[in-house]
């Protein structure tokens, strides 16, 4: 699966964010899909995923509460609405299968919140 993520930007603390990834390439509606993230001082780490026909979900702990994950398989993109975002949340932000397949990484999109 081919990814492109957009949405990201900067917001304060507390603001909202809506990423999306669309997918092109293999059938995006027989995958399950992810959201991770990556800082420089860390390695990515696993955020958000979502089955195949949206019905199992998991979070990070950090995130729960705060963070939505959502598909369209009609139009291939996965979404990660963020709200009440906080500093920590400052990353570079990538979507993939679950588990990624490693040649499948997009560029990302940052995501900074200041405080």
């Known amino acids: 699966v081919q990814v492109t993520e957009s949405g990201g930007g900067s917001v304060q603390a507390g603001g909202s964010l809506t990423l999306s990834c669309v997918a092109s390439?293999?059938?995006?509606?027989?995958?399950?899909m992810a959201w991770f993230r990556q800082t420089p001082e860390k390695e990515r780490e696993f955020v958000a995923s979502i089955h195949s026909n949206g019905e199992t979900i998991y979070y990070r702990d950090s995130v729960k509460g705060r963070f939505a994950i959502s598909r369209d398989n009609a139009k291939n993109t996965l979404y990660l609405q963020m709200n009440n975002l906080k500093p920590e949340d400052t990353a570079v932000y990538y979507c993939?299968?679950?588990?990624?397949?490693?040649?499948?990484w997009g560029r990302g999109t940052q995501v900074t919140v200041s405080s």
């Open positions: 993939n299968t679950h588990p990624p397949i490693e040649g499948d």
């Open positions: 390439g293999r059938l995006f509606n027989m995958y399950s």
